[in-house]
């Protein structure tokens, strides 16, 4: 087949056995079909298709490679792009136009589904009357292998979601792109040895008391829904610190960490009691919810390292202290206890901290644990660590599978782009994004659940998604795909460069806005109403993004 822009209208959506159809494969029809109806009038059926027959003109079919196999046979040989499928990443995928219709093909259903978003937000366009699919030949696969969201459920609000606020969340989450979900259960989970670890507080800020998600079934509901869209899921805690950990001795004398300011506030990782409870803590958990794929654990360097005389011993000459080799024993001594009943369970665990700044005894130990079921969330904005002789050297030297996390809601989306594309370069496993709307979130939004489909969200989504999947982009290319994804084609530059600056706005203005505010304001209504009257759909749902941006700025300051 040649390659080349295919153009048609879409006339149904076509899913294999539709009956049988894996249900993010239904839901990727759903989102297509939607999107249709929604810019030209007409409701596109979702049909099936069980026995060779004659497509449909401006059929768009979804199916799995095993799916097109059985019911499509000649396309797989018939387009180079589909024939690719077989070698490509569980979430990538391919869009090619083959006969009649045009095909979305994917390994697996998430995979299907990530073209289906693709599709959405690429190829559908025009105007109302003439709303066409423009399909190039293309193959997609994740680049960064490691996507995952650190979802902080204890800060204030967070406990008021409910299991159904968060199947929302994690819908956003697929449509992001991410992989799998750190979710921080410890606090919400009921635990019968730990019972003072369940529905606490701690301070003003970490707190489950009114946790809403507070039974087995709602964690169970939340596993099974990151499952259903095509992600994993671990559990989430400290290493005896914040809501749940931080009580698991009752703060008995000797358990709790000896040092200045926070560190008494959580465990000493050389204490015999403090690792015993934390080792049952976590094996509990597991024991109860093994339907997860992992534990995540913040390391608790955030409190301080101890200073009691166990962990002050050094070790060598270069500045590592027993403390550091405390915890490493005891992350392992929990992964251990998990694995005897649960051995496909994961682990990802922190560093990067100043507590281990010169710590070559840490780092090694780090290097050593090289079992593909362990990954690592850089916390610190460190791209090296401690090595041999105490000299650093980049991540990638202790770990294949070590991610940049930042809280990339309250940063710059340059700042986002530089460094995907620095840490791509580097040989990071991936990037990790946070959402915390609890604590922050960039935005004056605290709705429940977090509005993920306005600014500034939308955005940080968005870029977050192609930087990680292509982290060799320039930030020209981003905003060339800012302009195609909510706008179209058509649109002019200046429309997607106004939103990407109301993004900014949004996470930078304080009342009162300032004038230079204003005036980016008063500019972005002069673009829109000069670009309205000739809009097509898309960029009318653009400029209608825009618009509630503008509203709920100003409303903002009014409070």
């Known amino acids: 087949m040649e390659s080349g822009e295919h153009r048609t209208r879409v006339s149904s959506v ?21 999107t249709v109806h929604k810019w030209s009038g007409k409701e596109p059926p979702v049909l099936q298709r069980r026995h060779p027959e004659p497509l449909p003109a401006g059929s768009v079919v979804l199916c799995t490679l095993d799916s097109l196999r059985k019911a499509f046979p000649e396309v797989e040989t018939s387009s180079a792009v589909i024939g690719r499928v077989p070698f490509i990443d569980d979430q990538g995928f391919a869009i090619d136009a083959v006969g009649q219709g045009v095909f979305v093909v994917a390994r697996t259903p998430r995979g299907v589904y990530n073209g289906a978003v693709h599709l959405r937000d690429f190829c559908i366009d025009g105007p109302k009357d003439d709303l066409r699919a423009h399909v190039e030949p293309t193959v997609r696969t994740p680049q960064m292998l490691g996507r995952p969201a650190y979802t902080l459920t204890i800060w204030t609000n967070e406990q008021l979601y409910t299991a159904k606020d968060w199947a929302a969340i994690l819908g956003a989450f697929a449509e992001q792109g991410l992989d799998r979900v750190y979710f921080w259960d410890s606090g919400h989970f009921p635990s019968k040895k730990f019972p003072q670890a369940y529905k606490c507080k701690d301070g003003n800020w970490d707190i489950t008391a009114d946790s809403r998600i507070g039974t087995i079934k709602d964690l169970q509901a939340i596993i099974r829904g990151a499952h259903d869209l095509g992600m994993l899921i671990y559990h989430g805690g400290g290493l005896g610190a914040w809501c749940g950990t931080g009580f698991l001795t009752n703060k008995a004398p000797g358990t709790m960490k000896t040092g200045p300011g926070d560190a008494p506030g959580s465990l000493c990782p050389s204490n015999p009691i403090s690792r015993k409870s934390l080792i049952e803590y976590y094996t509990e958990m597991f024991d109860a919810l093994p339907e997860a794929d992992g534990v995540y654990i913040e390391m608790a360097d955030e409190w301080g390292e101890c200073l009691c005389p166990e962990c002050s ?14 915890q490493l024993s005891l992350v392992q001594e929990i992964a251990r206890s998990i694995w005897q009943r649960h051995p496909h369970a994961r682990f990802a665990f922190t560093l990067g901290y100043d507590e281990h700044k010169s710590d070559p005894a840490f780092y ?64 990071f496993h991936g990037l990790i994004t946070s959402f915390e709307p609890g604590f922050a979130s960039g935005s004056f939004y605290r709705d429940i659940p977090f509005p993920t489909h306005l600014l500034p969200y939308v955005l940080t989504a968005f870029v977050f998604r192609e930087v990680t999947w292509q982290p060799s982009i320039t930030l020209d290319e981003v905003k060339e795909k800012v302009r195609l994804r909510f706008f179209g084609s058509d649109a002019p530059k200046n429309l997607a460069d106004d939103f990407w600056a109301l993004r900014e706005l949004i996470r930078t203005c304080k009342k009162p806005l300032a004038p230079e505010e204003t005036a980016l304001i008063e500019k972005t209504e002069k673009d829109i109403a000069a670009a309205e009257p000739s809009a097509d759909p898309k960029m009318l749902a653009g400029i209608a993004l825009m618009r509630r941006a503008i509203d709920d700025t100003r409303a903002s300051m009014l409070r």
């Open 14 to 34: 076509v899913l294999v056995d539709a009956h049988k159809a894996p249900a993010l494969v239904r839901r990727g029809a759903e989102l297509i079909a939607d």
């Open 313 to 326: 011993k050094p070790v060598d000459e270069f500045g590592s202290k027993q403390f550091g080799q405390s």
């Open 364 to 427: 090694e130990v780090v290097r050593q644990m090289s079992d593909e079921r362990i990954e690592w969330m850089e916390a610190r904005n460190r791209w090296e660590f401690s090595g041999p002789g105490a000299k650093d050297l980049p991540a990638v030297y202790f770990s294949k599978r070590v991610m940049r996390w930042q809280q990339w809601y309250n940063r710059s989306l340059e700042q986002l782009v530089t460094d995907a594309n620095r840490a791509g370069n580097a040989g």
